[in-house]
Nanobody, 125 residues
Framework: QVQLVESGGGLVQAGGSLRLSCAAS????????MGWFRQAPGKEREFVAA????????YYADSVKGRFTISRDNAKNTVYLQMNSLKSEDTAVYYC??????????????????WGQGTQVTVSS
């Protein structure tokens, strides 16, 4: 069972930046595709970004493209989400997820097998 622990959330003003981290317990971290999702109050959990096992391919939701960057360090069993130019609509609980798959459809949350507990990001306007 992969344990995922997110950190780095907090309160930031609009236009500011935050960097989320997600540390995995699994030594075979590199075999998992990793994704970030978010859920705002009263809304469905939605895809934010994903990265392939080798970090060769990244995917972004249109709403964050150009502002967020996903990366991973397989030696540290960690995936990151750098969030710049934050907007009030980015306010949500952010979750990282791990899935043992490759190919396409990284944005589908059902493809992910393991989830972290979430970290709150609040952007004040």
């Amino acid at each position: 069972q992969v344990q995922l622990v997110e950190s780095g959330g907090g309160l930031v003003q609009a236009g500011g930046s935050l960097r989320l981290s997600c540390a995995a317990s699994e030594r075979t971290f590199s075999i998992y595709a990793m994704g970030w999702f978010r859920q705002a109050p009263g809304k469905e959990r939605e895809f934010v970004a994903a990265i392939s096992r080798s970090a060769g391919i990244t995917y972004y939701a249109d709403s964050v493209k150009g502002r967020f960057t996903i990366s991973r360090d397989n030696a540290k069993n960690t995936v990151y989400l750098q969030m710049n130019s934050l907007k009030s609509e980015d306010t949500a609980v952010y979750y990282c997820a791990a899935g043992f798959f490759s190919g396409t459809y990284y944005y589908i949350k059902e493809r992910y097998d393991h989830w972290g507990q979430g970290t709150q990001v609040t952007v004040s306007s």
